[in-house]
């Protein structure tokens, strides 16, 4: 799709453009109503923008948009909408050995326990060791500080998506 395409689309279709790429339906509005983008670096820089500018609640709904990491039979059955745009985010545990695996999963179940909503990263060329490394360095964190990381990482999503939107 090209810049001129997406300014082109009905709200609605835009909305199901923008939804693929971040999940919270403010930051859905807002990238709407910033339309028409005159360049590829203008999209890029009000979607961070306005994500930035909003509150963790907006966050949140996000983050419920993603599956657990390496919960690969969610990721078919919960996202199977997005799977033209997400496809190959997670393809790092794709090889992972069934402890690794089992060790993110109980990962995933520990840290949202601890921080009330699931373990975000933008998987894109982790591997799982790496992502399970990551999730523990996380724990370390108090609950604003890994509220501001996940936003980091959902951003970093946001941008991989949109740019794949536009290709």
């Not at 078919?76 to 496809?87: A, G, H, L």
């Amino acid at each position: 799709m090209t810049i001129e395409s997406l300014n082109s689309l009905t709200i609605s279709e835009a909305n199901e453009q923008f939804e693929l790429c971040c999940g919270a339906e403010i930051w859905i509005q807002k990238m709407n109503q910033n339309r028409p983008f005159q360049d590829e670096d203008e999209i890029y820089e009000k979607a961070e923008s306005i994500w930035f500018s909003l509150s963790s609640e907006d966050w949140l709904e996000a983050f419920t948009h993603h599956p657990k990491i390496g919960n690969i039979d969610s990721l078919r059955k919960k996202f199977q909408n997005t799977k033209s745009i997400s496809e190959n985010e997670q393809s790092g545990v794709d090889n992972a050995t069934e402890s690794t695996l089992n060790n993110l999963a109980e990962s995933n179940q520990l840290y949202e326990e601890q921080f009330g909503f699931i373990f975000i990263v933008c998987a894109t060329g982790k591997s799982a060791d790496e992502m399970l490394a990551l999730i523990k360095i996380r724990f370390n964190n108090n609950a604003e500080t890994e509220m501001l990381n996940a936003a980091k990482e959902q951003n970093k999503i946001t941008q991989l998506r949109l740019k794949k939107l536009l290709l």
